[in-house]
């Protein structure tokens, strides 16, 4: 089938091409009567952007690479989305690509992307050092923004959430609901969001008072199962502490499901907190009391980011930019101080 061109929809619309062109590109003026008629001759027509042709004309593609450590994680799931809604306003389409946690996968992701002609790449790098190279590498050649997770040691843009100040809102509220000592469940120390929510839990507890057993912290995966299996030998060990901090909600539903097996009551015997505040996390049982990512305004942040960066590429645009938000504690039943605000319930120390 032969492609519809501009002259057919300008003669069907009883324009100029250039006045078909600057209806479509939505540059330069036109009445709201005309721009109607081109865009339904265009539409009746069936017409079609050459994205090809555009790119060529406006040295851009509109188009952003994003490259993420698992999509199957229901918060990468969710920024990911969040970003699309934005570009989307913006006019821009969205290339994904899943690193599977591999920083060898993760460097082909991003050449791929460069090699498209992406006009810039968000990337989430899987880990904190083996991933700088090739995020150093590509951000040397088109704009880079690092979202949530950040390398070390890299000149780009970044914005996530301030990790260590979230920590400390957690162990307030712990604290709070009479906790005294508690246990760390996370990934491996191979990544900046578990390195800093641990700095922030260690660091609040000292200052609280509060005990953290050597032999209470573990470090597996961001994954339900690691959660229930860190769960299990925490309470296989003995001596429970009097709350559970996780570095993300997929290990705190797996530890909330751990202590039902157990006969162990959630809050009320133990405390649990998640991190990211993902869909699942209200629906556990019970529902969890969690931190909250502002992922609109990260994706907002993030674009912006990039948009700067694309229009300072030829110049020199001084130190990079760090933007950590301030998350929010959501707070529900799965700790003490959250479970005795609800009606007709007394929290039991």
Avoid at 298 to 306: D, M, P, Q, T, Y
Wanted: aromatic content about 4%; some cysteine; glycine content about 8%.
């Amino acid at each position: 089938m032969q492609r519809v061109t501009i002259a057919q929809v300008s003669e069907r619309a009883g324009v100029s091409t250039a006045t078909v062109s600057r209806v479509l590109s939505g540059k330069g003026p036109v009445s709201a009567a005309v721009e109607r008629r081109v865009r339904r001759a265009a539409e009746e027509l069936g017409y079609q952007v050459n994205p090809i042709a555009r790119a060529l004309r406006n040295s851009r593609t509109d188009t952003v690479g994003m490259v993420v450590p698992s999509i199957s994680n229901p918060f990468f799931t969710s920024l990911v989305e969040s970003v699309e809604h934005v570009l989307e306003r913006e006019g821009k389409e969205l290339f994904l690509s899943d690193a599977r946690s591999d920083p060898a996968i993760e460097a082909r992701r991003l050449s791929s992307l460069a090699a498209r002609n992406v006009d810039g790449i968000i990337v989430s790098p899987s880990h904190g050092t083996e991933s700088g190279p090739a995020v150093q590498e590509t951000a040397d050649r088109l704009p880079l923004v690092q979202l949530d997770r950040f390398v070390g040691g890299t000149n780009t843009d970044w914005v996530g959430v301030d990790d260590v100040a979230a920590m400390r809102m957690v162990m307030d509220h712990l604290h709070e609901g009479g906790a005294r000592s508690a246990a760390f469940i996370g990934s491996l120390m191979t990544n900046s969001s578990t390195e800093q929510r641990f700095a922030g839990f260690r660091r609040r507890a000292e200052e609280l008072g509060m005990s953290v057993r050597a032999d209470q912290v573990f470090l597996g995966d961001y994954s339900v199962d690691w959660g229930e299996v860190a769960a299990a030998r925490l309470v296989d060990a003995g001596n429970l502490p009097d709350a559970i901090v996780c570095a993300d909600d997929l290990i705190a539903l797996g530890v909330t499901r751990a202590c039902r097996a157990y006969g162990i009551a959630v809050p009320d015997q133990i405390q649990v907190t998640g991190y990211d505040n993902i869909e699942f996390s209200r629906l556990g049982e019970p529902a969890l009391t969690t931190v909250d990512q502002p992922r609109d305004r990260i994706a907002e942040e993030a674009v912006r980011l990039l948009a700067a960066a694309s229009r300072a590429a030829d110049t020199d645009r001084g130190p990079s930019a760090r933007i950590a938000l301030v998350p929010t504690l959501v707070v529900r039943d799965s700790t003490r101080a959250g479970a005795a605000r609800r009606p007709g319930r007394r929290a039991q120390h």
